[in-house]
Each structure stands twice: as C-alpha cells, then as structure tokens.
C-alpha cells in the first residue's frame, strides 16, 4: 500500500475501509473468510511471525487442548470489523507510531498472497490506499459502531436504506448469525471474541441488551445519519 500523508495518533479511533481493486471478490469461499479472520487477528502484531507455525499452533490447541495464550504485541485494538464479499470494514484504536499504516500493510501483504496463491492469481488484491476516517467523539462512535456492522443488510435486503425492509425479524437475525463481523460477540453470541476488544464501547451503549437495541434502531430509521454521513467511507 501506498505512503498516507495522514498522521494516526496513538489513543484515537479510526473508521477504516479497505477495497478490493476493480471491485473484485477478495472473498469467495469460506475458507478465504476464515483466513480474512486469522489476518487481522495474527497480523496485529508487531513482532515478526510465520504464518504455518501460528496455524499449526491453534490446530494443536484446538485438537489436544491446553491454554491459548496471546503472547501478541498489538498494533490496534480492533473494535469491530464487517467482511463484506469485496471490501472490509474496521473500527480500530491506535496504540502504537504508526501502528494503522503497519497493520494495514501487513494484511494487505499476507491476505494478498494468500488469495493469489489459492486463487492461481498475480498482482494486486487491493486497492493501493485503505480510506480511513477520524471518530471525535462517542455519538460518532455509536453510529460507525452501527453503520458497520449493519453493513451485511444490503447482502439480503439490497438498497435497503433507499427501499426500506421487508423483513425487519428476518435482518435482525440475519446480523445476529452473520458470522464475518464482530458484531454477534457484542451481543453475547460468542463467535471471534478474542479479535475484537469490546468493552469501551459496550460500556458506552450499556451492554449486550442495549447494543442490540442500538443496532435496531440504526436499522429501523434506514440508517439515516444526516450530520455523519462522511464518517461512513461507502
């Protein structure tokens, strides 16, 4: 990825979309999902790591058992993120210099070999540059927290903000199975909860019940954000 004239500073958080080039798939199975997943958790490190020795590590963990310790030196907190079939949504909380630009990079690099050597594919995965914006404040906070993890609704209720739901239960269960995104951990659904660090924002909207309130009302008024629209990154 490119060199950003932009400077993150450490403690601020950042809404943050990176793209696929020409608006190509970056995900076509569930395997590239679940390596999208082990990206931004293993990559959010800033010690050197190899990829086959940190897999073959959970595999042990996972078939034998024992302790799962994070030894991890983190670039970020990740506070939510959405998959989507050709671009990816985070919400992150800088804690190093420089740490965005350096987790970014290292996605971009270890998820892109990955797809093009599954995929039998050259060149870039990505587009050069993710977009990310600054969030000032907790009521922005709120509603890029929401904006990106009802993200998933156009995958099954397309234009939704323009045409209104058809099935207001049927897409709030949807988001609530949607396993690409952080945000079935934030309502007690244990899913990926070691990715996401959730407890400053949880404690902002008042806990598991009240995020699930939040969210549906974010859904319910079309996520309208007149005063916010460009915190979204569309």
């Known amino acids: 990825m490119g060199y950003r004239k932009e400077k993150f500073a450490n403690g601020e958080i950042y809404h943050i979309v990176i793209r696929a ?4 798939l970056i995900f076509e199975d569930k395997d590239d999902y679940y390596r999208g997943i082990f990206s931004i958790f293993e990559f959010n490190n800033s010690k ?7 897999r073959e ?3 042990t963990i996972k078939k034998h058992g024992g302790p799962s310790s994070d030894n991890r030196d983190h670039f970020v907190d990740i506070l939510t993120f959405c998959f989507m079939p050709n671009h990816i949504h985070l919400l992150v909380r800088q804690l190093k210099d420089n740490g965005i630009s350096k987790f970014m990079k290292k996605v971009g690099t270890g998820y ?3 797809f093009n050597k599954k995929h039998n594919r050259k060149g870039h995965v990505f587009q050069n540059r ?4 600054h969030i000032k404040n907790e009521e922005q906070l709120k509603i890029v927290w929401a904006y990106i993890n009802a993200n998933s609704v156009s995958l099954i209720e397309p234009k939704w903000k323009e045409k209104g739901i058809r099935n207001f239960n049927k897409v709030i269960e949807f988001l609530g199975n949607y396993k690409w995104s952080g945000y079935s951990d934030y309502i007690g659904q244990a899913n990926f909860p070691s990715v996401t660090d ?9 806990g598991e019940g009240k995020c699930k309130e939040f969210l549906s009302d974010y859904i319910k008024y079309k996520g ?3 005063d916010n629209q460009d915190l979204l990154l569309e």
């Open 21 to 24: 080039i020409d608006d190509n």
């Open 48 to 54: 050197p790591i190899e990829i086959r020795l940190q």
């Open 57 to 59: 590590k959970r595999q």
């Open 112 to 114: 892109g070999g990955y």
């Open 130 to 133: 993710f977009r990310a914006v």
């Open 198 to 206: 959730r407890k400053l924002i949880s404690d902002i909207i008042g």
């Open 224 to 226: 309208r954000v007149r």
